[in-house]
């Protein structure tokens, strides 16, 4: 009887345990399930009851950068200098220079084309206003995302249409479909050349940024704004000048053949004088 009361008293307390067990379990999925909002699939590998999160990637800016800044200083030189180091600093090109100098050697003004990295665009527009009085400067930024997005889409399907024409071509036996088809493959291949130099020209402006650099010395006008007495009077020392050098040129260029005709001439409007005056003597005395 003891036997069978402790098998009995064993069979009821595992019925009970994988009774709790159940329950528990139950519970455990209820919690999950509230947990992810209802939803009890998961992908394989994930852990039970995880949550997916939609990631979105963000969208990289394409600007254009250009940039106009006119510095007066009282050394052009070391002003120039000054923005060659500060280009070669930020890992850009000089790509145009225009330098002037006046009759003693000295620079008088100097153009710059900058090409720097669009990252440190800003950043090389204060420097360069460091370098000495702003005289002038402008920005500008151009957002070219959309053109270049629209610019790569087209050259991927232009690339698969070209594909798609190979494979076209390999399998044509007829002479006549493939002569249209290379005429059809040669039309795509120089819009796809079209499509990839207007892709390189976008990112070759989106990646270097262009400024112009205007260099020259304080209170110095430009010889077209100069007015007043002083310039007057330079203007017309120039004219006189100028006009000096154009007779003495006149005259140097006239002066051998005046001279040849006074050798020649002369000699013979003696002569020829004389036989005037021999021919008149006997009519005066006749």
């Known amino acids: 009887m003891l036997a069978v009361t402790g098998c009995a008293g064993l069979t009821g307390n595992s019925d009970s345990t994988a009774e709790d067990a159940k329950v528990s379990s139950g519970d455990s999925a209820s919690r ?35 940039g106009e800044i006119s510095v007066s200083a009282q050394s052009i030189s070391k002003a120039r200098a000054e923005v060659i180091r500060l280009v070669t600093s930020y890992r850009g090109t000089i790509a145009d220079e225009q330098t002037n100098s006046d009759q003693r050697g000295r620079v008088h003004d100097s153009t710059l084309t900058l090409r720097v990295p669009t990252s440190s ?127 003495l040129t006149v005259v140097g260029a006239v002066l051998p053949f005046a001279v040849l005709v006074a050798l020649v001439g002369v000699p013979v409007w003696m002569v020829l004088r004389r036989r005037v005056s021999a021919g008149s003597a006997p009519a005066q005395s006749a």
Do not use: C, H
């Not at 394989?44 to 990289?60: M, R």
């Open 32 to 66: 999950a399930e509230d947990e992810s909002g209802g939803s009890t699939s998961t992908a394989p590998g994930e852990a039970p009851g995880a949550v997916k999160q939609s990631v979105s990637t963000p969208l990289n800016r394409e600007v254009i950068s250009t």
């Open 121 to 247: 665009f800003t950043e090389a527009m204060d420097a360069l206003a460091r370098i000495g009085k702003v005289e002038n400067q402008s920005r500008k930024s151009e957002d070219v995302t959309t053109q270049v997005l629209d610019n790569q889409a087209r050259v991927r399907a232009a690339e698969r249409a070209i594909r798609q024409i190979e494979v076209l071509l390999d399998r044509a036996t007829a002479l006549r479909d493939i002569i249209a088809i290379e005429s059809d493959l040669a039309r795509r291949q120089a819009d796809l050349d079209s499509l990839k130099s207007q892709e390189a020209w976008l990112e070759d402006q989106t990646s270097l940024s262009t400024i112009n650099v205007y260099l020259s010395r304080p209170g110095e006008a430009p010889e077209d704004e100069a007015r007043g007495f002083v310039a007057g009077l330079g203007d017309g020392w120039d004219a006189l000048r100028n006009t000096t050098v154009v007779l």
